[in-house]
């Protein structure tokens, strides 16, 4: 196996100049991973062309450029006198780091080898802190790659690939989470000399975001002649021809963006040219809105009502989630539909109207999913008590009404028990009232309590008497 180096040095300058007249450089300031470039070239009737090696472009003549990702990048700067033809370019590596709060710290590396007479490339993981992820590779015209494996790229014969690493994670609540990526510029057998040559068949591409789909019009460099680009990804290539043409993308692919190879053959029997050339583009959707998660918090809460009474369960979830409430009758779960005594079975709320008292024990879950992040989850299970009436008040002679009750409670009995001590536990089972009360009737102010189901205790001697009550 016979390795060869990628890149030479970190910070590996190239310069090319046809023509004495033509000089092309540039220098850059960054924040991050948005680099703001100068352009220093001095060329005449200058038409400028930027490659930042990340699978986009500019003809901005000193452009701001937000990169994907941390990575390392070979940005090429092309100038053209369109009067004189005279060409030239610059070409320096940079190294991006974006800011992120991510604990994975994303970093690859690669080797370019030579085996029994094909060319491979081989990416490997050289990450911290990003144990428990899955790693995938896009490299050259493969995609979704384990590290470690062979890439073949013999065929290709000269080209601008990208190769990148992501770093993924998956569950049924969050679905698929793209974390981090890491990205490098892979030029292979790359000579950006004869850019504008008659035989080159090297071309420029620019990237219209439109709302239909990224607008994408590709122009051969060099002088016209018979210019075929070829668009991998959807299938068998297509061919565009011309020598401009334009493709529209559809927007897919999420966060990520969509990996797309762009190859031109120059068979031009002419000037006895057959020359092959590709590029990888990535196109990324700029309405790209990140599914929600399938989080449940709060999960719902037994709820206790009186016969005849109305219920909820809530729970609160991101929108743009869809929900589907379940009822457990004692036969097994099943979903609810929003009729009879159900509504909101599609929402945060589930409410059900007029509870009957055989309805006591029934459980309730609501299952969430999120259409494009295909996570799920289901929440905790929560059941309709049925409150308990104040038959053992009426029976040792003591009414209590109104109930269900608003601001007061009243209480008589039929003749004096002596001192009895009075309290009213909430339904978390914390006491909220606690009184003494003496004579054949008392008032109760509850005005204060929140909505609910609560238990009156009367101790009376020795005997406690217990019923429920609701405050409305």
Known sequence: MEKRS???????LVCFSVLAQCSTDFSHTDDWETLTFTNLSSVPNAHYYWNFGDGSTSYDIAPTHAFPESGRYLVTLLSLDTVSQCHSLHQEWIDVVKQVLDACNAFMTDSLFTYNGSDYVQVSDGSSG????????????AQNFPPGNWIGLSGWHRALFLERMRYV?????????????????????????????????NFEYAIDYQPDGAHVQFTTMGPPGADTIWITGFGNPLPLVGHTSSFVYPYYGGLVGHWSNVWRRNTDVNHGCNSFYAQTLIVK????????SCQIDPEPTDQMVAEGGNVQFIIETEDGTDKQWQQNAGLGWQDLMNAGPYSGVHTDTLTIANVQNWWNNYQYRCVVTALGSYCHNTSAVAAIVIAVG???????GIGLFPNPATDVLNLQWDHSQGPMRVSIIDALGKEVMNDELVGTSATLNISTLDQGVYLLSILVGERRIQ????KQ
């Open 130 to 141: 990003c144990d428990g992820m899955s790693k995938y590779i896009d490299a050259g015209p």
């Open 285 to 292: 959707d700029p309405y790209y809105e990140i599914p929600p």
């Open 6 to 12: 990628l890149v030479s040095a970190i910070n590996l």
């Open 467 to 470: 019923g429920r009550f609701i």
């Open 390 to 396: 104040i038959d053992e008040f009426a029976n040792v």
């Open 169 to 201: 994670t998956f569950d049924s609540i969050n679905g698929a989470v793209e974390h981090r990526q890491f990205y490098r510029t892979l030029p292979y057998n790359d000579d950006q000399l004869t850019t504008y040559d008659t035989c080159s068949a």
